[in-house]
């Protein structure tokens, strides 16, 4: 803060659930950090939120104000059995009082949108600076947040709303559609989707590929994915071309040998994706230069089945048109 701006207050708290870090919250926040010298931020819910536990809540928090531009801000551990949210609010304001003590944080301002706010400030012998109560600058709550969080994803931050976005990859051998049906998906979702990255390096390479290539491809589309997860324009999915176990495939076809950096991102793919879709091989094999021919392709496609399968991935096999493809897609996800 500029040397002609002095603080208003020494020390300012703000105590929420931040189920999720919403654009409200962080309207408290900066008028907190405009007022006080120092602010402490503690993410306290009980019970917490399975989907978006208190250290994930407090990490979004510190990725969108990071210490080195915030050096005023601390962010306040969890700590032990924390009453119910349900329970009445003096219970609460003992609770964070005795709490409070114990670290030795003493604030002499809290900052709240709520109406509980006064008492709460009262009870630790602070200023209430209350923020946007009528929700007329950011009109929303964490409640309405979580019952349609797409539909309010306005509202978050593109780092917090990527956690809430869903991975669907598309697999298949080459030329089973999987790269325009991935196009599609975007399209027709109206969301973000992902091309194989894998071709960039393969076309790069002059298809000469080795172990190192690979994992440089596995890194490569993971960073695709993570990146259209915060896109503008993404909604609830990303359309994956491709995965890291697929990956490790070719690593073995092409070169006999694949890192073990590689193999663990493989294993790591069930977790990653909410959805496995497979293009079937009931399309006409196209050679563009680059591709084997139609019976290498089936034993392509087998080794994508097997592994699969070995893996215990549940999967749904595509067939027909682009269009008819796209419709088992949305059916799919819709159930």
């Given at each position: 803060m500029p040397e002609s701006c002095p603080s208003r207050f020494r020390?300012?708290?703000?105590?929420?659930?931040?189920?999720p870090f919403h654009r409200g919250h962080m309207l408290l926040l900066d008028r907190a950090l405009e007022q006080c010298g120092r602010v402490s931020v503690w993410v306290y819910s009980r019970p917490d939120f399975p989907d978006m536990p208190?250290?994930?809540?407090?990490?979004?928090?510190?990725?969108?104000?990071?210490?080195?531009?915030?050096?005023?801000?601390e962010l306040l551990p969890d700590a032990p059995q924390p009453p119910l949210n349900?329970?009445?609010?003096?219970?609460?304001?003992?609770?964070?009082?005795?709490?409070?003590?114990?670290?030795?944080?003493?604030?002499?301002?809290?900052?709240?949108?709520?109406?509980?706010?006064?008492?709460?400030?009262?009870?630790?012998?602070?200023?209430?600076?209350?923020?946007?109560?009528?929700?007329?600058?950011?009109?929303?709550?964490g409640t309405a947040l979580r019952a349609d969080v797409h539909a309010n994803r306005a509202f978050l931050d593109?780092?917090?709303?990527?956690?809430?976005?869903?991975?669907?990859?598309?697999?298949?051998?080459?030329?089973?559609?999987?790269?325009?049906?991935?196009?599609?998906?975007?399209?027709?979702?109206?969301?973000?989707?992902?091309?194989?990255?894998?071709?960039?390096?393969?076309?790069?390479?002059n298809g000469a590929l080795s172990p190192d290539h690979f994992l440089e491809i596995a890194r490569g589309h993971r960073a695709l994915e993570d990146g259209a997860a915060m896109s503008p324009g993404v909604h609830h999915w990303v359309f994956s071309d491709t995965d890291a176990a697929t990956t490790l495939m070719w690593s073995y076809l092409l070169t006999g040998t694949a890192l073990p950096e590689l193999h663990a991102l493989a294993d790591g793919c069930q977790a990653r994706y909410a959805h496995v879709f497979l293009c079937d091989t009931d399309i006409a094999h196209e050679q563009d230069g680059w591709r084997a021919n139609t019976e290498v392709r089936g034993v392509q496609q087998a080794f994508i089945r097997q592994d699969?399968?070995?893996?215990?991935?549940?999967?749904?096999?595509?067939?027909?048109?682009?269009?008819?493809?796209?419709?088992?897609?949305?059916?799919?996800?819709?159930d």
């Open positions: 020390h300012g708290l703000i105590v929420g659930k931040f189920a208190s250290p994930l809540r407090r990490n979004w928090i510190r990725a969108l104000y990071p210490a080195r531009l915030f050096p005023g801000l349900d329970q009445p609010d003096a219970v609460h304001r003992e609770y964070v009082r005795g709490v409070l003590d114990g670290w030795g944080v003493h604030p002499d301002a809290v900052f709240t949108s709520e109406d509980y706010g006064e008492a709460f400030a009262a009870s630790l012998g602070a200023a209430h600076v209350c923020v946007d109560r009528a929700r007329e600058m950011v009109p929303i709550s593109p780092v917090v709303y990527a956690h809430f976005v869903r991975r669907v990859v598309i697999l298949g051998a080459e030329s089973t559609g999987k790269s325009t049906l991935t196009r599609a998906l975007g399209e027709a979702f109206g969301t973000a989707w992902v091309r194989e990255y894998g071709r960039d390096v393969y076309e790069r390479e699969l399968t070995s893996r215990g991935a549940a999967f749904t096999v595509l067939r027909g048109t682009v269009a008819d493809r796209v419709a088992q897609v949305r059916e799919g996800l819709e």
